[in-house]
């Protein structure tokens, strides 16, 4: 009695355990279990303390957490369903054994969509998954050019950001800049010229990058210090873990200094700051050895960098963006305010919708591409469902006879297309995981393995595939369980005139699509054809171009190359060579604001400048229309000249001879030497734009070889080159590419978007035709005996045929009526946003209709050409 | 219900509902495996275990007397049926046979 006291009033086992029994425990079980445990909890307290008896308690009411205890006699009637999800399971077999054809069709086309939409889906995954690894991404910014027409927007003064933050600590938290550039890389006799960024020591700790080995905060805190990822680390090592290693960085100014290894990071997610604009850095360096790679002071307000602010928690865009004006007002000198308008983009969605969103535009198009796919898988397996629905009436019947209610019935139904969606959408996990390499080619993009794929992209595909099923299953479900008992048990469909129009609606629909998409696939190949065929104003056939060139960034360097260039001259493969820092590929240095001499700074033109030699325009085929390339042969290289083309001209006002300035060196007075045609530096899809060719003297700075070959076999001559380089330069690499190459690098968007288009109307015929087969031969073995009867009547064969037929074509008919101004709508609207862009013909629009009306034709024929041929004795002999 | 089988716990516990006549709840199995056996089970175990004896129809329970222990919760109070205790002697019956069926070596050997 004592210990009872006890129990009752100081020492109680743990209200929450007794509540929790309380909410989970049967009501009739409840007492009893209550009892025993507290007993054994009074049996606890004699044997051990007071802690450890509670503890025991709450540990054996969670064990009594099982579903025998929380489940008991609450679900007693749910155990007939898993016996009837068996039933329908086997029935479900049976059905698909004994149709094997329909069957057939239904999971082919269902694997071909998912396949597709896999594949597609896994590259939207990625696309939107860009900078989503960057830590606190919704609080970094990238600081953008405001103005539409900005050349290259991203790029800010470089002194705006840091006194940003100095000036606001806490509401701006953090920035980082770079530069980036391509730089030699070596260790012993190895040799790769990296993409480097050079930037900011806060690269590390503001993203939140992944660090594998190494102390990340103090990195690049001190020059000849750099972070590579563990690509570089294995291409150079064959091992990851090479800190305090060293490499030999070749700068601009030719000499080779030593830099330690400070941190390596694993190969980075796709973001915008290490793949801005593609660029994939590899290695990253500190600001502080700007000097070495011949990079211009990293101060002040003429100096324009890429430059990312990471605001506090809880501060607005617009706050932000208030705190950087007023910083360029206060601090930016009078010159730089007048022409500087900037904005913050967020590295958020920045990927999505940076270069007029042409990423999201992509993303849309091919998800749609990819829905329309799956799409008319559906309504194949739902013609092929409601078609074949009389084979299973007498089942329905049995069913509903033997107690079973409509609610079931959909029940089974939908469970049988959930069941067959799943398993089509394992099988196209299997046929993902066989194709991605191949579809990786043909995107020229890479795709992750299964194996990488992460936990939302797999619930997101489950969700998706249970909702295709239940779309899919939907109608036949309840199409199926709403006849009358007796109807179904007689066999007796209504007559399939009536049953018909949705399977019809549904198969217009369809042609409708694959019409609609194969004429823009052809829009889409044509465009794509014409960007590369298109005069560009100058000649990109047999130029090679070569990025490994040496970098010495000096006037001697720049001799050494005029004496390389010679060789290479006097070499049997070229005709012309030039160096320069561009070659035509869109990717121009940088912008510079001229105006005449005498107008105002505030009046100058901003245009991208390239810096190139004297022999540019020969190996380019560019065409001078006056005046000279820098200078004539009976001159010599002047400083201070320029070359602009006709746009240029027309901007600015003034001919050859004229005097200009640039902003920002507005003491040097720069003469007008030439005027060359408006040719093609940036892609088709823009205007021509005014732009200013500067000599690679003036500045000292080159990337690029650019040979003209002699026309002949190409395979040789690349050899030859390689050959005399390697005796030219023994310590760098030869990486060329042929100008073409270069360009199809330039329309990687429109080519995906080609070679996307073309596979998906081939699948989508592919899965339209086979459903068509389905729906016509079900159609026609409904109709057996009234072909009979026609052929008794004295239809001929043909008669037969064109009966038969007629339904189809019509439908095909109408809808290519509906899908040519649907098609020339979208195509016309997709085509409006490239400059440069082919003019839709009737040919376009015909082709697709013609083939889609010819191959129904066929196949319907073909199908119903059997039943055309059946004697009509056999067929009404049994009635 | 030749079909039916019982499980090696399973058999344990009926074997001690027979025992514990009508002192078989719970608790009291559990106390009694630990005795009897020397086996340390589970209370929630034994639980489950019992009510699945119930719905093979080996044991039946009703709700014993209050008494000021256990917090005055009642015990529900677990009697073997003829159906268990024949399903108990047919196994063990059988698990005879075949033990007879084991050549002695002990004896017959050295």
């Not at chain 1, 912008?591 to 325009?617: F, H, N, Q």
């Not at chain 1, 732009?691 to 690679?696: G, I, P, R, S, V």
Request: glycine residues 6%.
């Amino acid at each position: 009695m004592d210990n009872q006291y006890k129990i009752e009033k100081n020492i109680r086992p743990p209200r929450f355990a007794l509540r929790f029994l309380r909410w989970f425990c049967p009501g009739d079980l409840y007492e009893s279990i209550e009892g025993d445990l507290l007993e054994e909890f009074e049996n606890d307290l004699r044997l051990c303390s007071i802690q450890k008896a509670r503890r025991r308690f709450a540990w054996n009411v969670i064990k009594f957490f099982r579903p025998e205890i929380v489940f008991r006699n609450k679900f007693s009637s749910e155990l007939n369903e898993v016996y009837m999800l068996q039933n329908y399971v086997k029935v479900m077999f049976r059905n698909l054994m004994k149709r094997k054809a329909y069957s057939a069709i239904n999971i082919f086309g269902l694997t071909i969509g998912l396949t597709f939409s896999m594949l597609i889906g896994v590259y939207v995954w990625q696309e939107m998954s860009v900078n989503q690894n960057l830590e606190d991404v919704d609080r970094l910014y990238i600081v953008e050019q405001a103005q539409d027409d900005a050349g290259v927007k991203f790029f800010a003064p470089a002194d705006l950001v840091k006194t940003m933050r100095d000036q606001h600590a806490p509401a701006i938290e953090n920035y980082y800049r770079f530069w980036d550039r391509n730089i030699k890389v070596s260790k012993d006799d190895k040799h790769f010229i990296v993409q480097s960024i050079i930037g900011d020591s806060t690269f590390v700790p503001m993203f939140g990058f992944p660090v594998l080995y190494g102390d990340i905060n103090s990195a690049l805190s001190q020059p000849y210090k750099v972070v590579i990822t563990e690509k570089i680390a294995l291409q150079f090592f064959n091992k990851a873990d090479v800190v305090g290693e060293s490499l030999i960085l070749s700068s601009g100014t030719a000499d080779k200094k030593e830099y330690i290894i400070t941190a390596v990071v694993p190969a980075l997610k796709r973001n915008s700051v290490s793949d801005l604009v593609n660029i994939d850095a590899q290695i990253f360096l500190s600001l502080q050895n700007w000097q070495d790679f011949r990079l211009p002071d990293p101060q002040g307000w003429m100096m324009n960098m890429v430059s990312y602010l990471k605001v506090g928690p809880g501060v607005t865009q617009t706050e932000a963006e208030d705190i950087m004006n007023a910083t360029i007002q206060s601090h930016a000198p009078d010159s730089v305010k007048a022409n500087l308008k900037l904005k913050l983009s967020g590295l958020d969605n920045y990927y999505l919708i940076t270069n007029n969103g042409a990423a999201k535009k992509m993303i849309g198009i091919m998800a749609a591409i990819a829905g329309f796919i799956l799409l008319l898988a559906i309504i194949n397996f739902v013609n092929i469902s409601v078609g074949s629905a009389f084979v299973r009436l007498k089942e329905i019947g049995v069913r509903k006879v033997i107690g079973g209610i409509k609610r079931q019935l959909v029940f089974q139904f939908l469970s049988e297309s959930v069941l067959l969606t799943l398993a089509a959408g394992f099988i196209s996990i299997i046929l993902y995981e066989l194709l991605h390499p191949t579809a990786e080619d043909l995107l020229s993009t890479s795709l992750l393995s299964i194996t990488e794929l992460d936990g939302g992209f797999w619930k997101w595909s489950i969700l998706l595939l249970i909702l295709i099923g239940l779309i899919a299953g939907g109608y036949p479900a309840f199409f199926m369980s709403s006849y009358k008992i007796i109807d179904s048990l007689k066999g007796r469909i209504k007559s399939t005139t009536r049953v018909l129009p949705l399977p019809k609606i549904l198969v217009g629909l369809q042609f409708l699509i694959a019409i609609c998409i194969f004429i823009a696939a052809i829009a889409i190949t044509e465009q794509v054809a014409y960007f590369l065929k298109k005069d560009l104003g100058y000649d990109k056939s047999f130029v090679l171009t070569v990025s490994s060139v040496p970098r010495i960034w000096t006037e001697e360097g720049i001799n050494q190359m005029s004496s390389a260039k010679q060789e290479f001259l006097n070499s049997p493969y070229v005709t012309a060579a030039s160096l320069s820092w561009e070659v035509p590929n869109g990717n121009a240095g940088g912008d510079a604001g001229i105006y005449p001499d005498g107008s105002e700074p505030a009046k100058a033109v901003a245009m991208p400048v390239l810096k190139t030699d004297e022999d540019y325009y020969k190996v380019y085929g560019i065409k001078l229309l006056e005046g000279s390339f820098f200078y004539s042969d009976q001159e010599s290289f002047q400083l201070n000249t320029l070359v602009i083309n006709e746009k240029a001209q027309k901007a600015l006002g003034v001919q050859v001879g004229d005097k200009v300035r640039i902003t920002g060196t507005d003491n040097i007075v720069y003469t007008i030497k030439g005027i060359v045609n408006d040719f093609h530096f940036n892609s088709l899809r823009d205007q021509v734009k005014p732009l200013a060719l500067m000599h690679t003297k003036e500045s000292n700075f080159y990337r690029f070889f650019s040979f003209r070959i002699k026309p002949g076999s190409a395979s040789e001559t690349v050899a030859g080159i390689e050959k005399l380089w390697n005796k030219i330069f023994p310590d760098d690499p030869f990486d060329y590419a042929f100008m073409d190459e270069q360009l199809e690098r330039l329309y990687k968007t429109e080519l995906q978007l080609k070679k996307a288009s073309a596979v998906g109307t081939v699948l989508m015929f592919i899965i339209m035709l086979t459903g068509i087969i389905g729906v016509v031969s079900l159609s026609v073995s409904k109709r057996t005996k009234e072909i009979g009867i026609r052929k008794v009547l004295g239809a001929s064969v043909y008669n037969i045929l064109a009966m038969i037929s007629r339904e189809y074509l019509a439908l095909s008919l109408f809808a290519f009526g509906v899908a040519i101004p649907l098609a020339y709508y979208l195509v016309s609207s997709w085509l409006s946003g490239f400059s440069y862009r082919i003019e839709l013909s009737w040919w376009m629009f015909l082709m697709p209709g013609l083939f889609t009306m010819c191959m129904t034709v066929i196949i319907v024929g073909w199908q119903s050409l059997k039943t055309a041929l059946l004697n009509p004795t056999r067929t009404l002999k049994y009635e | 219900m030749s079909k039916e089988y019982l499980g090696e716990f399973e058999e344990l516990v009926l074997t001690m509902v027979g025992i514990l006549q009508d002192e078989a709840y719970g608790n009291a199995i559990v106390n009694e495996i630990k005795e009897r056996v020397g086996r340390e089970s589970n209370l929630s175990a034994v639980h489950v275990t019992l009510y699945r004896l119930e719905d093979k129809g080996f044991i039946k329970s009703k709700m014993g007397g209050a008494t000021n222990a256990r917090g005055g919760r009642r015990k529900r109070i677990f009697t073997i049926t003829n159906a268990g205790l024949s399903m108990l002697k047919a196994m063990k019956e059988a698990r005879m046979d075949l033990w007879k069926l084991i050549p002695q070596l002990k004896f017959s050997g050295s």
